[in-house]
């Protein structure tokens, strides 16, 4: 039983588009999907880092490919599907919708300018990779796997955080309306939702005396690890999670189901 459940978690022979992949989640996916044996195409905004990035899983015997792309720009996101079709002879079974951008202004002092920037690179961007990316599977006739990197802010608000809250909420929503019009296609479409993930950008902040009082709020009193979205991740990636599509996996030590 054990070796069929690895079989079936495995990604060989498998291509992947990762979006936001230069740094943070985004980075650690490409190697928890490159490790399950999956070829990767790693894109972001800048193309140092994503070549770094590169290099890194070329040395563990991963296939790579890197493409600049902004979300932002259509035009951009056709050209990195194209090169990957180009590089990789087919398109992707997978594709990851990480790229995403907040700030911590309160929306009386945002600028509306900073507002939509964030709607369109974490709603708008990902409606665009996730268009592109139907639109190759559907013409390769395999099917395939999209999974939205959404958030439990999302689900539930906090202070200060207006924009990303909408843009994350109407990322959930979308990936439920695209999971259904795209089932006929065999496209899956899904949403990881993670908590508070301590990454090197916080680790700062939740030392800090108001970082320790969030951290006790999460009922199991601790952060999560980007280790700790492993094996959703997989799950949503593989043949193990070949029929769910619509759900939103939570990743959060109980957050979401901690009292008002």
């Given at each position: 039983?054990t070796a069929?459940?690895?079989?079936?978690?495995?990604?060989?022979g498998q291509?992947?588009?990762?979006?936001?992949a230069a740094s943070?989640?985004?980075?650690?996916?490409?190697h928890?999907l490159?490790?399950?044996g999956a070829?990767?195409?790693?894109t972001g905004?800048r193309?140092?880092?994503?070549?770094t990035?590169?290099d890194?899983?070329?040395?563990r015997g991963?296939r790579v490919w890197?493409?600049?792309?902004?979300i932002r720009?259509?035009?951009d996101v056709?050209?990195a599907f194209?090169a990957?079709?180009?590089?990789?002879g087919?398109?992707?079974d997978?594709?990851?919708?990480?790229?995403?951008?907040?700030d911590t202004?309160?929306?009386?002092?945002?600028?509306?300018?900073?507002?939509?920037?964030i709607v369109?690179t974490n709603?708008?961007?990902a409606?665009r990779?996730?268009?592109a990316?139907?639109?190759?599977?559907?013409?390769?006739g395999?099917?395939?796997?999209?999974?939205?990197?959404a958030?439990?802010l999302g689900?539930?608000?906090a202070g200060?955080?207006?924009?990303y809250s909408?843009?994350k909420a109407?990322?959930i929503?979308l990936?439920?309306s695209?999971a259904?019009e795209w089932a006929?296609?065999?496209?899956r479409?899904n949403?990881l939702?993670p908590g508070?993930?301590?990454?090197p950008?916080?680790?700062?902040f939740?030392?800090?005396e108001?970082g320790?009082?969030?951290?006790?709020?999460?009922p199991?009193?601790?952060l999560?690890?980007p280790?700790?979205?492993?094996?959703?991740?997989?799950?949503?990636c593989?043949?193990?999670?070949r029929?769910?599509?619509?759900?939103v996996?939570?990743?959060?030590?109980?957050?979401m189901?901690s009292s008002?």
């Open positions: 039983m069929d459940i690895e079989k079936r978690l495995r990604l060989d291509v992947a588009l990762i979006t936001g943070g989640l985004g980075a650690h996916f490409s928890v490159g490790s399950a070829s990767l195409m790693l905004r193309l140092g880092p994503l070549e990035q590169a890194a899983l070329r040395a991963v890197v493409s600049a792309m902004d720009d259509e035009h056709n050209r194209e990957l079709a180009a590089e990789a087919r398109s992707p997978i594709v990851i919708n990480n790229a995403g951008i907040t202004t309160s929306a009386l002092s945002r600028d509306m300018d900073a507002w939509t920037d369109d709603l708008n961007g409606m990779v996730s268009r990316a139907a639109q190759a599977m559907q013409a390769q395999t099917g395939g796997a999209i999974v939205n990197v958030s439990i689900l539930r608000v200060h955080v207006a924009a909408a843009s109407g990322l929503q990936t439920k695209l259904l006929r296609h065999d496209i479409v949403a939702a508070y993930i301590e990454t950008l916080n680790q700062a939740f030392q800090s108001q320790q009082k969030l951290i006790k709020r999460i199991q009193r601790r999560g690890a280790e700790s979205l492993d094996g959703p991740l997989l799950l949503l593989s043949e193990a999670g029929y769910m599509t619509g759900s996996l939570t990743v959060d030590g109980g957050h189901v008002l």
